[in-house]
C-alpha cells in the first residue's frame, strides 16, 4: 500500500511569511494527526482528526495556526503569520482507527520548515 | 501530562547489545511504544507493550516494562549499523478522542565497526 504522502519536502520562509503543507493519508485511514518535531525533541501533537471532524487541537496554537480536513482524506495545514520559533519538522501520521496496535500509527516523510 | 525522558545518546560496537531507557510519568498508559526515525523520515513502529505485560520479545527487540518504577527500555541483540537512527518511547492513554500518543525526547544510536 502507499505510505503517508506529505509535500512539500522542504520550505523556508521568513517570519511573518504563510505557509501551507498538504497531507495524504494511507487509503482508508479515517484518523490523521499533524505533529510538530522540533530539533532535538520528540514530536508533540498539534492536532486529530477523525474522518472531517477535530477529535484533539488542544496543543494547536490557534492564533496562527490552522487545520483542515474538508472531505475526510487529504489535510492542509497551515501559519500565519509564521515566527522563527516555528521551524521544525511538521509529520503527517495516519490510521485506521486512533492508533491501537493493532493498528498503528504511519507517519509520512515530513516536511522541514525554515523560518528567518 | 504525561512525561516521557530518554537519554540522548548511545554508541555502542557492532555485534554487542544495545540498551535504551525511557521513563514515564503518567501510570495510566494503555500501551508503550517504540518509534524508529532514520535522517530525514517519518516514525517507523518497531515494538509496543501492552501495560500490564513486563516483557515482549521480538526477534532481536526484547521490552521490558518496569511498572512500579515506570521505566521502560529496549534492548537491541546484535547490533549492526543499520539500527543507527533515532529511537523513541511513547506512551498511549485512552482520551474522550481516542488513543493519544506522547513521545519522549529521543535517544541517538550510534553503531561504530
Known amino acids: 500500500e502507499a505510505g503517508v504522502a506529505q509535500s512539500p519536502r522542504y520550505k523556508i520562509i521568513e517570519k511573518r511569511q504563510s505557509v501551507a503543507f498538504w497531507c495524504n493519508p494511507i487509503s482508508g485511514h479515517a484518523t490523521l494527526y499533524w505533529y510538530q518535531q522540533i530539533l532535538g525533541q520528540g514530536p508533540k501533537l498539534l492536532i486529530q482528526?477523525?474522518?472531517?471532524?477535530?477529535?484533539?487541537d488542544s496543543q494547536l496554537p490557534k492564533d496562527r495556526f490552522s487545520a483542515e480536513r474538508l472531505k475526510g482524506v487529504d489535510s492542509t495545514l497551515k501559519i500565519q503569520p509564521a515566527k522563527l520559533e516555528d521551524s521544525a519538522v511538521y509529520l503527517c501520521?495516519?490510521?485506521?482507527?486512533?492508533?491501537?496496535?493493532?493498528?498503528?500509527?504511519?507517519f509520512g516523510n515530513g516536511t522541514r520548515l525554515t523560518v528567518t | 501530562g504525561e512525561d516521557v525522558e530518554q537519554s540522548l545518546f548511545l554508541s555502542v560496537r557492532e555485534g554487542d547489545s544495545s540498551v535504551i531507557n525511557c521513563t514515564y510519568t503518567d501510570s495510566s498508559s494503555t500501551y508503550l511504544y517504540w518509534y524508529k526515525q532514520e535522517p530525514g523520515a517519518g516514525l517507523q513502529l518497531l515494538t509496543y507493550?501492552?501495560?500490564?505485560?513486563d516483557m515482549k520479545q521480538d526477534q532481536r527487540l526484547t521490552v521490558l516494562l518496569n511498572k512500579k518504577d515506570k521505566h521502560l527500555s529496549l534492548r537491541i541483540a546484535d547490533t549492526q549499523t543499520g539500527d543507527s537512527a533515532i529511537y523513541f518511547c511513547a506512551g498511549s492513554i485512552l482520551t474522550g478522542g481516542g488513543n493519544k500518543l506522547t513521545f519522549g525526547t529521543g535517544t541517538q544510536l550510534k553503531v561504530e565497526l
Open positions: 501520521a495516519s490510521t485506521r482507527r486512533e492508533g491501537t496496535p493493532n493498528s498503528p500509527l504511519h
Open positions: 482528526f477523525q474522518n472531517n471532524g477535530v477529535v484533539d
Open positions: 507493550i501492552f501495560s500490564n505485560m
